[in-house]
């Protein structure tokens, strides 16, 4: 095979760095790959694989950080886009679609009985915790210490052009720790509006952590307990581990639960379903966007949603998931690396003991995956698609195979 270069990627780069501020910026900045190993720039995609503008092909295992959830274009996700496309798809008002797939998200999520919509995690977020506000009469609202909740300036994970005014009414307790939300709780006591809580742990930079048992059913309690509502962030998890929401996984059901990445199979859309009791309080905080009744994202929704239940795929991601794990787990022992592997088996995600939070190792064995056409990051979660093969898999444990041996070499066992 020969090697891969990015002659285009960095002539693209130098191009964008003229005409946008840093070229590429947010999450998908290659600042955080390793460098000299990663394209900046994308060409196509299609299933489980990706080719950057320099037509290197990869096993994607970041399928886009999350949205891709049945494979880079997907047949029937992208019929169901262009049959709306050829009718339009920003109109004065919403198209038919708009009450489908609100009808179709409450039906498949138990405790839900309406949705709204819009087009990024952290506009549903965001709104969820006014919603809880207005509902209570409260201001605060209570998250995980590290926990990511989108851009917004009340959670952003960067401080820049923020002010402590932004958060003064958040309060912070400890995922996995019931008594230090009870703590945070009681010292602002009658003032809690919300607690806003992702399924598992999986803050950036640090290994993932599932709930321990009892914890979401006692956060559940507690909000029942002082009249707050509970938020579920499944934002980055919600349609890889249950139809029904993350919640239905893990024992608990919220009032709120925000969805975005996974809802539209690459398509910009986000939904906040939630509960009859908070209906009026929905309408009363005012929720718009220019683009936000978009029928071409909400038909390939509709598709997309169905073809993950009529498939199996969620049983499937997780079976392939398994498989990975497995297999990596048995490399990094024979190589003599310690390494921890965490999350569902759908969202894996590696780290290696020694790296201490620099991501030294990860970034060589990363690094090393994608020279030889595997794309995983070295320092956020990766993802499992529907569209992943046993032969991906297979392909993939050749490549990380070597990978392992590259750290090993390069700073022993």
């Not at 020969?2 to 002539?11: D, G, I, L, Q, R």
């Not at 690094?367 to 320092?379: D, E, I, K, L, M």
């Amino acid at each position: 095979m020969k090697p891969y270069t990015f002659e285009n990627s960095e002539a693209l780069m130098q191009r964008a760095k003229k005409v946008v501020p840093g070229g590429i910026y947010g999450h998908q900045t290659p600042l955080v790959l390793t460098k000299g190993a990663y394209p900046s720039f994308f060409a196509r995609g299609q299933g489980s694989h990706v080719w950057d503008v320099d037509g290197n092909e990869y096993i994607d295992f970041m399928c886009s950080y999350g949205p891709i959830v049945l494979g880079h274009r997907h047949p029937k996700v992208e019929e169901a886009a262009r049959a709306q496309m050829e009718l339009g798809n920003c109109f004065n008002a919403p198209g038919p679609v708009w009450v489908e797939l609100a009808e179709h998200l409450v039906s498949i999520t138990p405790f839900a009985d309406w949705t709204v919509f819009a087009k990024n995690g952290s506009d549903v977020c965001t709104w969820a915790t006014e919603v809880a506000r207005q509902a209570t009469g409260r201001p605060k609202i209570a998250m995980c210490s590290g926990a990511y909740h989108g851009t917004h300036a009340w959670c952003t994970p960067a401080p820049a052009g923020v002010m402590p005014e932004d958060r003064a009414n958040i309060i912070y307790f400890r995922f996995n720790d019931l008594e230090s939300l009870r703590r945070a709780i009681e010292e602002n006591s009658g003032k809690v509006a919300g607690v806003i809580v992702s399924p598992f742990k999986h803050d950036a930079g640090h290994d993932s952590e599932l709930p321990v048992e009892g914890f979401l059913a006692g956060v559940r309690k507690i909000c029942d307990d002082n009249g707050m509502v509970l938020i579920l962030d499944d934002v980055r998890a919600g349609f890889r581990l249950h139809m029904g929401g993350s919640g239905e996984l893990f024992g608990v059901r919220p009032d709120l639960a925000t969805y975005c990445k996974a809802i539209a199979n690459g398509y910009p859309l986000a939904a906040c379903v939630g509960r009859d009791s908070l209906r009026q309080a929905a309408q009363e905080v005012f929720f718009t966007g220019s683009y936000f009744t978009s029928a071409v994202p909400m038909a390939a929704s509709l598709a997309n949603l169905k073809e993950l239940q009529a498939s199996g795929a969620i049983d499937r991601m997780r079976t392939i998931g398994e498989k990975l794990r497995a297999g990596l787990l048995s490399q990094a022992r024979s190589a003599g690396l310690g390494v921890t592997y965490s999350g569902p088996p759908a969202l894996p995600y590696m780290t290696f003991n020694d790296d201490a939070g620099h991501f030294d190792r990860a970034k060589v064995f990363s690094g090393a995956c994608a020279r030889a056409g595997v794309y995983f990051a070295p320092r956020h979660n990766w993802f499992i698609s529907a569209a992943h093969t046993e032969r991906d898999i297979d392909d993939t444990l050749n490549v990380t195979e070597q990978a392992f041996a590259a750290v090993r070499k390069q700073f022993g066992a």
